[in-house]
Antibody
Framework: EVQLLESGGGLVQPGGSLRLSCAAS????????MSWVRQAPGKGLEWVSV????????YYADSVKGRFTVSRDNSENTVYLQMNSLRAEDTAVYYC?????????????WGQGTLVTVSS | QSALTQPASVSGSPGQSITISCTGT?????????VSWYQQHPGKAPKLMIY???NRPSGVSNRFSGSKSGNTASLTISGLQAEDEADYYC??????????FGGGTKLTVL
């Protein structure tokens, strides 16, 4: 059974940093791209980032480019999202999701999400 | 990257069919056969319902179908059931090597 478990969310001040983790199990982690998608309270889904199966390629939404960095550790079956220079508009539930294929693709399994709140 | 355009809401009675549209541009929906649809119930994570425009993942009811014409993709749900009431989001690959979601459509089963 595929499982994705996010952690690392919480309350952070504007300008601060946070690192999210997503522990994966139940599939061959190193064969699939992994994505982050966020959802602000009461709003729709927003695609954030993707990293290819081998970590060699990563892509970002314009809204987070230069501030967020996605990485992965295939030996630990974990994907990370380092978030710097956080803003109030980054407040959202952050989901990690598994790509169907090796890189940027449709997302067939999702975690339950972790809430990030940016506020003073 | 601008969000894809979806109607804010649609509704239908049990047993009826409804269609949700998703309009983009030639740089996303119209340029690639990489459109997916997600169902999200309140407080839950999204669930993949359709991928690569027309494909259904294992376990998804065949009442759900996807199609595309030009820059517009569509999700059709036939034989509406009460449990289909949810938010639906389309998503597309883009020419910038990113993905973009639609604004979401709230489906109400009357």
């Amino acid at each position: 059974e595929v499982q994705l478990l996010e952690s690392g969310g919480g309350l952070v001040q504007p300008g601060g940093s946070l690192r999210l983790s997503c522990a994966a199990s139940g599939f061959t982690f190193s064969s699939h791209g992994m994505s982050w998608v966020r959802q602000a309270p009461g709003k729709g889904l927003e695609w954030v980032s993707v990293i290819s199966n081998d970590g060699g390629n990563s892509y970002y939404a314009d809204s987070v480019k230069g501030r967020f960095t996605v990485s992965r550790d295939n030996s630990e079956n974990t994907v990370y999202l380092q978030m710097n220079s956080l803003r109030a508009e980054d407040t959202a539930v952050y989901y990690c999701a598994k790509s169907l294929y090796t890189s940027i693709a449709d997302l067939d399994y999702w975690g339950q999400g972790t809430l990030v709140t940016v506020s003073s | 990257q601008s969000a894809l355009t979806q109607p804010a809401s649609v509704s239908g009675s049990p047993g009826q069919s409804i269609t949700i549209s998703c309009t983009g541009t030639s740089s996303d929906v119209g340029g690639y056969n990489y459109v997916s649809w997600y169902q999200q119930h309140p407080g839950k994570a999204p669930k993949l319902m359709i991928y690569d425009v027309t494909n259904r993942p294992s376990g998804v009811s065949n009442r759900f179908s996807g199609s595309k014409s030009g820059n517009t993709a569509s999700l059709t749900i036939s034989g509406l059931q009460a449990e289909d009431e949810a938010d639906y989001y389309c998503n597309s690959y883009t020419s910038s090597n990113t993905r973009v979601f639609g604004g979401g459509t709230k489906l109400t089963v009357l």
